[in-house]
């Protein structure tokens, strides 16, 4: 249980950086691909990318980006603790009942309200937020120098007098057009928000989605639009090789771009791009989880042959190369990986399986 509460609170901590920029900031091509791996902290390599150049990027996410540790996930999964004093001094803590919907709930309303009080009194006690020289400031050293940002450039943008708007890009058509159930659920939770309680501190929620159909040179053009002419306060997407397409813009225009829909380890990159965040675990700590059950459940079978359909682009490439990690560094546990690549914008994948 100790651990599980570290990684709480590892949560916690990106959940309240995110909150701390936004209340102070106020069929893929071959040419999508390529344009994805120019950034400098894309994990996963273009398609056409050779092997070896594949696999030295893999090991370099895994030792500057990576998700957990393969130790530290083994340890969560087999519910180890060797922190008999943590226990010990969180014996009071809050204890959820999460065995009911009400529960979940009064549990999430719980976490929210210590987050905002955290931020709130490190705000207060000037640790937090914007300095005397227009620097962000944020948890485990976090800084955004506010003067590189455009000259026309505002934390209160998008924040209406009576509405906050967020644009949003993710894909409502084509193939992959089932997770544009994502927008539909949040905009009818907003509509909730607006309709029971009047919105967030008296402005109501305005999500502004573009359905760029997972099409990475239409996220482009719709970023382009939401940034220049949508008047927003923050954005939302989803899809790595979208996301890699347009973070670079999004930065410089210091705006926030919070909970990106991918598990891509590009994101976890507040140097360089302190101002997106993602809202899942990482697809190489993923890939740790996988190898850990296979080693766990699989025990009297190892070493095994592990096949993996991944598609041809930054999403699939990051999970192959996670994995593939994976099996180089526990030869013990996977004998051999045999990746296989199928287009995005395939109607089946009969061939591939």
């Known amino acids: 249980m100790g651990f599980r509460r570290k990684i709480l609170r590892l949560l916690a901590v990106l959940f309240t950086f995110a909150m701390v920029a936004a209340a102070c900031g106020g069929s893929d091509s071959d040419d999508d691909s390529s344009s994805s791996s120019d950034s400098d902290t894309a994990a996963a390599s273009s398609s056409d990318s050779s092997d070896s150049s594949d696999s030295d990027e893999a090991d370099e996410v895994e030792e500057d980006k990576g998700g957990l540790s393969q130790e530290d996930v083994e340890k969560a ?162 899809g790595s090789p979208n996301g890699l397409a347009v973070y670079d813009k999004i930065n410089e225009e210091c705006v926030p771009h919070l909970y990106y829909a991918s598990g891509h380890p590009a994101w976890g990159d507040p140097v360089n791009h302190p101002w997106t965040v993602s809202n899942q675990m990482s697809y190489l700590t993923e890939a740790m989880l996988w190898g850990t059950w296979i080693k766990t459940n699989l025990a009297d079978e190892l070493p095994v042959k592990v096949a993996g359909l991944v598609m041809d682009n930054d999403f699939g490439l990051a999970y192959e190369k996670g994995f593939e990690f994976y099996a180089d560094n526990n030869p013990d546990v996977v004998s051999e990986y045999l990746p296989v690549r199928h287009d995005p914008a395939a109607p089946t994948l009969t061939n591939e399986v």
């Open 77 to 238: 999964v087999a519910g180890d603790d060797d922190d008999a004093e943590e226990e010990e001094a969180d014996a009071d803590a809050y204890v959820p009942d999460r065995s009911t919907l009400d529960g979940v709930w009064a549990d999430a309303a719980h976490t929210r309200q210590v987050i905002v009080d955290k931020i709130t009194a490190k705000m207060d006690a000037g640790e937090w937020g914007i300095n005397d020289d227009n620097v962000l400031k944020g948890p485990e050293g976090f800084r955004i120098d506010l003067n590189d940002c455009p000259g026309d450039w505002s934390n209160t943008t998008g924040l209406l007098d009576d509405e906050l708007r967020v644009g949003q890009t993710t894909v409502q058509s084509g193939n992959l057009a089932a997770y544009g159930n994502i927008s539909v659920g949040w905009e009818n939770y907003w509509n909730w928000i607006n309709e029971n309680e009047g919105g967030i501190g008296g402005r109501k929620l305005k999500m502004i989605i573009k359905d760029d159909g997972y099409v990475a040179a239409q996220t482009i053009e719709f970023v382009d639009e939401l940034i220049e002419s949508a008047n927003i306060f923050a954005l939302h997407g989803l």
